[in-house]
Each structure stands twice: as structure tokens, then as C-alpha cells.
């Protein structure tokens, strides 16, 4: 099993910046793509963010290209969002999840083909 913990969420105004994190224990994710989603209220969980396992292929939600930037450090077991130039459409829990297909370039934007998920972190962004 991998536990999955977001950080880093809070309250910024329009057109400012945070980073989140999340930090994975119980098993190494180094193998695994990690994701971001995120889930506006009355709507559904959409796809933000991938990374492959190593980095090498990224994948990001058009809304978010250019603004959002996710990277991974695997020594850490931890991957993470920078968010700028943020926008009240940003305002949403923030998910992290993990796909353990393993070692694979596959970055996938369906909830369904991740198999752990975090307990989200609120982002709050005020016009």
C-alpha cells in the first residue's frame, strides 16, 4: 500500500503562486507516474497534471499549460506542483495520485488507471 500526502495548499489572491507537495510512504513510488487532479465544488475531479517515472515525459491539463509545472524527486519519494499566475478557476482540492503500472512512459489523464490516492489539500484563489 502507498499512503499519499498533500501539503501546501491555502489562500492567494489572483495571479499569485503556490507549491504543493506530496509525500508518499509505505512503498517506494520511484517506479510508479504520479499525478495531479483537481476537484472544483459541483464538479467533477479533472486531471491537472503527470510525470513519468523518471521525469522524462510530463503531461499537463491545457487550462493549466505554461502556469503549472509538476516534477518529482524520487530520493524523497515526493513529487510536486508549482502553481503561478493563478487564476479564482484554480480554486479547487488538490489531489495527488499514483499509477503503479511501473518504469513506464504511459502518463495518463483518467482517474481510473491510478490505483492511490491522496485526502486532497484546499487552494483558494481570490479575484
Known amino acids: 500500500q502507498v499512503h499519499l500526502v498533500e501539503n501546501g495548499g491555502g489562500l492567494v489572491q489572483a495571479g499569485g503562486?503556490?507549491?504543493?507537495?506530496?509525500?508518499?510512504?509505505?512503498?517506494?513510488?520511484?517506479?510508479?507516474?504520479?499525478?495531479w487532479f483537481r476537484q472544483a465544488?459541483?464538479?467533477?475531479?479533472?486531471?491537472?497534471?503527470?510525470?513519468?517515472?523518471?521525469?522524462?515525459?510530463t503531461d499537463y491539463a491545457d487550462s493549466v499549460k505554461g502556469r503549472f509545472t509538476i516534477s518529482r524527486d524520487n530520493a524523497k519519494n515526493t513529487i510536486y506542483l508549482q502553481m503561478n499566475s493563478l487564476k479564482p478557476d484554480d480554486t479547487a482540492v488538490y489531489y495527488c495520485a499514483a499509477d503503479r503500472s511501473g518504469f513506464t512512459f504511459r502518463v495518463t489523464p483518467h482517474e481510473y488507471d491510478y490505483d492511490y490516492w491522496g485526502q486532497g489539500t484546499q487552494v483558494t484563489v481570490s479575484s
Open 41 to 57: 465544488p459541483g464538479k467533477e475531479r479533472q486531471f491537472v497534471a503527470g510525470i513519468n517515472w523518471n521525469g522524462g515525459r
Open 17 to 35: 503562486s503556490l507549491s504543493l507537495s506530496c509525500a508518499a510512504s509505505g512503498r517506494a513510488i520511484s517506479g510508479y507516474t504520479m499525478a
